[in-house]
């Protein structure tokens, strides 16, 4: 395997990241080391297990490294989870799975349990460069992944928690903000689909609700259509809808945060607003 993708929350600026790339060529001299992110907020599993499941499937064929690993030296395990394309090596923590589902399921798993294909530890809290990244150099070498440890079955895996949306029977959809990303646009964990089931089109007016605030709004192909400080939704390079105001922070415009709950009430018949203004309306609290 020519490439190991590497994913963490050590910093990117951290002595931890260059470590771990050294150990990985080490064992694999001739491997091409792809830096997906190491700026993933400390501790933050679901954030990590977000950001690789929306890069994975642009990622080359070969080994998948990902740490962000709060439960580092207790009695969680390390593993490495084969795919069509090649291993994903990480915490079994919820990290991999959303990935793992992506990329059609694991063929098999195993955790990182065989000594030889590790470095010597002198303490429990550095399972990334003595653990999971020898696992990925090795892998990268040429070793065999059921040379690394025992098998185990992949249905017994820590599963992502990942938050679905809720879809009512008065048509609205209760979402959430799963990421807002550094223009801060605050990305939805709501399909497109779920609109256009609704007879709502490109252009059409919906409603918001926002905690005990409400906000009309429009879904629009790009960001430039909104007006000026218009809250709207665009279907983001994901193919999820997300909110954003142009050229603004639709996060610090509508108070957002990741795991903000956002109710969408679809409004099909279009509606106009002042030219450069969004008025909030006063919806009240919903029980």
């Known amino acids: 395997m020519e490439f190991v993708s590497f994913l963490s929350d050590y910093g990117t600026r951290d002595e931890f990241v260059g470590v771990c790339k050294a150990v990985m060529l080490e064992l694999a001299p001739q491997l091409t080391i792809v830096d997906v992110t190491h700026e993933v907020a400390p501790f933050d599993v679901r954030a990590g297990a977000l950001t690789l499941v929306r890069a994975i499937q642009y990622l080359p064929s070969g080994v998948v490294l990902a740490i962000v690993d709060p439960g580092v030296g207790t ?6 989870v084969e795919v069509e394309n090649g291993v994903l090596v990480g915490p079994d923590n919820g990290l991999l799975a959303p990935s793992v589902a992506m990329l059609g399921g694991a063929q098999r798993a195993f955790a990182l349990t065989n000594a030889e294909y590790q470095l010597q530890a002198p303490g429990g809290t550095f399972a990334g460069r003595d653990v999971m990244a020898p696992a990925a150099g090795h892998l990268a070498a040429g070793v065999e992944l059921s040379e690394l440890g025992e098998e185990i079955d992949p249905a017994l895996l820590v599963p992502g928690l990942l938050p ?14 799963l990421w807002i990303d550094r223009f801060g646009n605050a990305q939805l964990n709501v399909d497109p689909d779920m609109l256009t089931a609704r007879q709502v089109g490109m252009g059409d007016g919906v409603e918001l609700r926002i ?3 409400g906000r009309r709004t429009r879904w629009v192909p790009t960001y430039a ?3 000026p400080s218009e809250l709207v939704l665009v279907t983001d390079s994901y193919g999820l809808l997300s909110l954003a105001v142009d050229r603004q922070s639709a996060a610090d415009v509508a108070q957002l945060r990741v795991g903000s709950h956002i109710t969408i009430v679809p409004a099909p018949s279009a509606f106009s607003a002042p030219e450069g203004i969004d008025t909030p309306i006063q919806m009240g609290r919903r029980s």
């Open 75 to 80: 009695d969680r395990r390390a593993i490495a």
């Open 164 to 177: 679905l949306p809720n879809e009512r029977d008065d048509g609205s959809i209760d979402g959430e903000v």
């Open 211 to 213: 905690g005990s605030e």
């Open 225 to 227: 259509e909104g007006r």
